[in-house]
């Protein structure tokens, strides 16, 4: 049984069978419509949603199966203070694949260690959003054939933003991809997605600015400052305009730029980019349904005893410093951590008690 919690799960040539699926699904949908008969997509958004939610259920529609969940954390047992464990031990004797959402990072390890059926990551807090990587994969290739030899701009809220790191995890394992990560300081990328997936494999530059690089890139990936992660609520006001793409700062830009946002937007592009040809993000939120459909049918596959990620060493000098992360709030879990120190949930380092 295979689940997706990071988007390194997947190799290349899988994420190649998955957009071929997807794209045959675009194209010949009426070949699909009974291929989920009798199945149940378990859809639990600890957290709010409206694309990556609205896709998975659509997605499972469009396959003939039947979708069952909730939207929020308030409604739910989670309320009453059920663990994440707990829930997902109950929800997977109910449905036969399970899209989960949840603030806390590393929460779909905990549920992929106990669930009876595979377990998709649809984001955990400020960590990783592998289906959204999906999406984006599918848009590139479509928009600009594939994935080598491209420069990556990826702007906005570097942090917090779990969609840049899994989109930065796939595309550094293609041939000559470089980055150009532009943040503000407060909202650069975190060291540990520097050192697993960056450092020695991939070309990057880290600038503040946005203008200064524009007219080297073919991806532009804007971001949205993620303000419900904030410790403090005046660093968010201070930082949260930080960047606006505006259809004036789009002169300067390659011809074949491809302007790509995960959506939601707030304030990061200004409605008069939406007329761009090279503005694809609505295009983009599109492909979310297909891609979907092709991992429920992929993942629906998969047979025999879930590919567990609880590796680790218990080691009760280390402690994992990350508020954010489950290890702190599941009771009754292992806290495991790598041979190098790192939270096996959160991937953050730990740090000695
Ligand atoms: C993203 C997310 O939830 O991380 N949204 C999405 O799934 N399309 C991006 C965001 O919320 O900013």
Redesign the pocket.
Known sequence: MRNLVNILDLSTEEIDDLIKTASDIIDNPELYTNSCRGKILGTLFFEP?T??RLSFTSAMMGLGGNVLGFSQAASSSISKGETVSDTIRMVSAYSDIIVMRHPKEGAPIVASAVSSVPVINA?DGGHF?PT?TLTDLLTIKKKKGGFNNLTVGVCGDLKY???VHSLIAAMSRYENVKFVLIAPSELALPDYVKAEYLDGKCEYTEIAGLEESIDRLDILYM??I?AERFESKEEYERLKDSYVLTADKLKSAKADLSILH???RVNEISVDVDDDPRADYFDQAMYGRYIRMALILMLLKTKGISDSRLIGVENSSLECTNTHCISRTERGIKRLFTSSGACIYCDQQAKTK
Do not use: F, V
């Open positions: 949603s694309r990556t984001g959003h959204q933003g779990r969609t971001t949205r993620q995960p959506l939601p």
